[in-house]
């Protein structure tokens, strides 16, 4: 009986240890479709190849995944709309706390 609840024992940690790492595989494709990521298709893949590979460019696709926000883009270039838009609105503030002097 011992020997069966072994057996047991050993078929579920072996599938758990299975899908456990066919999850962590795939997480930098969930943080991917949830930001709405350009290449999550990409990062998709390479999770799958990952796999193969040991888990070595995992990293890689996290960070890949993690650089890329929706509201942001991909955060590298400098934001001078932002400076622009800020400049122009307090021009539009200063213009209209005039026209209400008026």
Do not use: C
């Not at 990062?43 to 796999?51: D, F, P, Y």
């Amino acid at each position: 009986m011992l020997d069966y609840f072994a057996l047991a024992v050993l078929i579920v940690v072996f599938l758990v240890l299975f899908y456990g790492i066919i999850i962590i595989h795939d997480i930098p494709y969930e943080i991917a479709k949830r930001r709405n990521h350009p290449h999550e298709d990409a990062i998709h893949v390479a999770g799958w190849v990952s796999l193969f590979t040991l888990h070595v460019i995992w990293p890689f696709l996290w960070i890949w995944a993690t650089l890329y926000r929706q509201d942001h883009g991909w955060g590298m270039e400098r934001n001078t709309d932002a400076l622009e838009i800020k400049k122009r609105l307090e021009d539009l503030e200063m213009k209209i706390n005039k026209l209400e002097r008026k």
